[in-house]
């Protein structure tokens, strides 16, 4: 099989551990150029995961021939941008979630990479994940019978960060990211709920702003139907007094319950009992989707997140945030 070889755009925390050395240790993977807007974060990056090249720019790594893919790191104010000209240059894409700021950025995204004939991959990692296969697993077997409906509940009080706007982070600045919180960790829960129903065809929200710390959403309640019928409902909330983290998948012969944002053992119950699946996360949770995307390429297996999945997904949280947006003008 041919080796991919992978440029990467943005060196930052989600690169450094979550997804960066799994370029070059997925089989038949190289990561052989990185940048940044920071040079010198650029060349530390390239010194301590011993990448060859360090660029100063997207466009010197884009057109460096000996790259085949480039991963574009960056905020989502950049990822439209950043795609085009991946795109355009002729080498295959893969952009973190969500794909861009609004459903019509992805609609162009996907043309032009048509356009171009290259490939275009989108960071929603978790379809790959052993402990996420294991649940997808447990529901393809029929072990809880038809699914019901699934509840999702991801509570957080405010990170230390986020009570001061001189030391709020980029995922909270609406220019930059879109969308607050929500857009960036509750979006995982719904394209792994399209992932494990199929699309979401039908969705309502209400997003509010009630702690004032920052412009974006920080309270969001939705429900959801997938075109299979199964119903969803979920509660976002960044600013409350206590932390939870709850996933419920209803059926009509037991449930399946997880935490999502950990990797605590699964439980499934059903008529046989109550069993357990302690499935950890490896190391570096994107190297799994990485691996797909590479064997993708290869022409072995298709990648499990599909580009129609991916643009839904934004499409999702468009309408769960649409209104909130409207009154916020932005």
Request: net charge negative; proline share 5%.
């Amino acid at each position: 099989m041919a080796t991919i070889r992978w440029g990467m755009i943005g060196c930052g925390a989600v690169a450094e551990v979550k997804s960066g050395p799994g370029f070059y240790k997925a089989n038949n993977s190289q990561l052989v150029a990185v940048t940044s807007a920071d040079p010198a974060m650029t060349k530390s990056f390239a010194e301590r995961h011993g990448v060859p090249k360090a660029y100063d720019t997207s466009e010197q790594l884009v057109a460096d021939a000996e790259v085949d893919a480039v991963y574009v790191a960056t905020p989502p104010s950049s990822h439209k941008p950043l795609s085009l000209v991946v795109a355009k240059a002729g080498k295959h894409v893969y952009v973190e979630k969500p794909m861009a700021m609004r459903f019509e950025e992805c609609r162009e995204i996907v043309d032009v990479c048509a356009q171009q004939g290259v490939r275009l991959f989108v960071a929603f990692y978790r379809r790959a994940m052993p402990r996420f296969l294991k649940i997808k697993e447990w529901i393809d077997s029929g072990a809880i019978g038809e699914v019901r409906n699934v509840r999702a509940v991801q509570h957080q009080p405010p990170a230390q960060e986020d009570l001061s706007r001189a030391t709020l982070p980029w995922r909270l600045k609406p220019e930059v990211s879109g969308g607050g919180k929500f857009l960036d960790m509750g979006i995982h829960e719904l394209d792994l709920f399209d992932f494990l129903f199929g699309a979401i065809e039908e969705v309502h929200g209400i997003a509010s702003n009630q702690a004032g710390l920052y412009d974006v959403e920080d309270t969001v309640t939705a429900t959801w139907r997938h075109a299979s019928g199964v119903q969803g409902y979920g509660s976002w909330c960044y600013v409350c007094g206590h932390g939870e983290d709850f996933v419920e998948i209803v059926g009509s012969k037991g449930r399946i319950t997880f935490e999502f944002f950990t990797d605590k053992p699964l439980t499934l119950v059903n008529e046989s009992g109550t069993q357990t699946a302690d499935i950890p996360n490896p190391q570096h949770v994107q190297q799994p989707f990485i691996q797909s995307i590479v064997d993708d390429l290869n022409g072995v297996a298709p990648c499990p997140c599909n580009v129609e999945s991916a643009v839904r997904s934004t499409w999702v949280a468009d309408e769960v945030l649409k209104n909130y947006r409207k009154q916020k003008g932005y």
